[in-house]
């Protein structure tokens, strides 16, 4: 078999529609380029319409198959939730690929930890991903089929693998709760033709993590912390998300796919060094 048409057969996305929160920044912005361009047909939503607006018009510059087309809406709420599935719902008669990836964090010691800062991250990155998607399953599973299932990607973190907060204790468990939904809508979900799937990353520079990788003397301490040695980068997240997208990833459902180096493996000094 030629070289083009394997990669064709394992990872063509073109023309599937999706759907990616937080699409116009950091990882969200990666997965909406590498949708985009490999071919489909991508709504990215978040709630700074500068900041989409701005990402698809760079990204419609470059003369995708399919413009990229955005739209505003707040996870926070119920009413910014419906909101959301009421602009989709005008646009298009089914989906195929919902990335939940907006997500939020707050970092404070132990002891001094705000009691409000416990439900924001947690109504944004749990119940916001969660009632979304329950929203969605009509469009997801109304085209799925056993060759191509419809796909969910959850955004989780390497986080709510391994015992790590250093301050951002509600963002920690946040994301434990993002791949123990992703585990039980993967189980639920099977019969209806759609995988549920998580990325875990480690650190990637973003909005989020400018505070700790934003400049090179911060990425090296990072990355002496990371067994495999440096931050994640761009092409990390693209290539794991054309294998979960693309006719090749149709047979894999609740997986936490580890995107972090080695970390969550990492358990210290060896104990008989
Ligand atoms: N960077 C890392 O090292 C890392 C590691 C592990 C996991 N992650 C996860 O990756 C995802 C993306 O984060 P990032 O690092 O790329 O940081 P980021 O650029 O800050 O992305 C977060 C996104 O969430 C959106 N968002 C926040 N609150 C929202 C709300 N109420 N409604 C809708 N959208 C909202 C933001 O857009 P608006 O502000 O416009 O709403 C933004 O696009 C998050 O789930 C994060 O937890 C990141």
Redesign the pocket.
């Known amino acids: 078999m030629k070289k083009k048409n394997i990669i064709n057969e394992l990872f063509n996305v073109e023309d599937k529609i999706a759907i990616i ?10 997965i909406t380029e590498v949708l985009a361009f490999s071919g489909s047909k991508v709504y990215i ?4 319409l500068e ?2 607006e701005k990402a698809s018009i760079e990204i419609n510059a470059k003369k995708p198959r399919h413009k990229v087309e955005y739209f505003c ?4 709420s119920e009413v ?1 939730i419906e909101k959301l599935v009421k602009h989709f719902e005008k646009k298009e008669e089914h989906l195929d690929i919902l990335i ?6 707050w970092g404070a010691p132990l002891g001094k930890f705000p009691y409000h800062a416990w439900d924001k991250v947690m ?3 749990v119940t ?1 991903l969660f009632h979304l998607t329950q929203s969605l399953l009509p469009k997801l599973a109304s085209k799925a089929t056993l060759a191509y299932p419809s796909r969910i990607i959850n ?5 709510g693998t391994a015992a790590l907060a250093d301050g951002p204790y509600s ?1 920690s468990a946040s ?1 434990a709760a ?1 791949h123990q939904i992703t585990r039980i809508l993967a189980k639920e979900l099977a019969r209806q033709k759609i995988t549920v799937n998580a ?11 400018e505070f700790a ?1 934003g400049n090179k003397e911060k990425e090296r301490k990072v990355s002496k912390n990371v067994p495999i040695g440096r ?2 980068n761009p092409n990390d997240i693209k290539s794991s998300i054309l294998f979960l997208c693309g006719p090749g990833g149709s047979y894999v459902t609740g997986a936490i796919l580890p995107l972090d180096g080695g970390i969550h493996v990492a358990t210290g000094p060896e104990i008989f060094e």
């Open positions: 929160t937080g699409g116009g920044s950091g990882i969200g912005k990666i939503t978040s709630r700074k900041v989409i809406s707040d996870l926070s910014g939940n990836n907006s997500g939020i964090s109504t944004v990155n916001g955004i989780g973190s390497v986080m963002y994301k993002v990325l875990a990353p480690g650190p990637f520079l973003s909005r989020m993590t990788v931050i994640g």
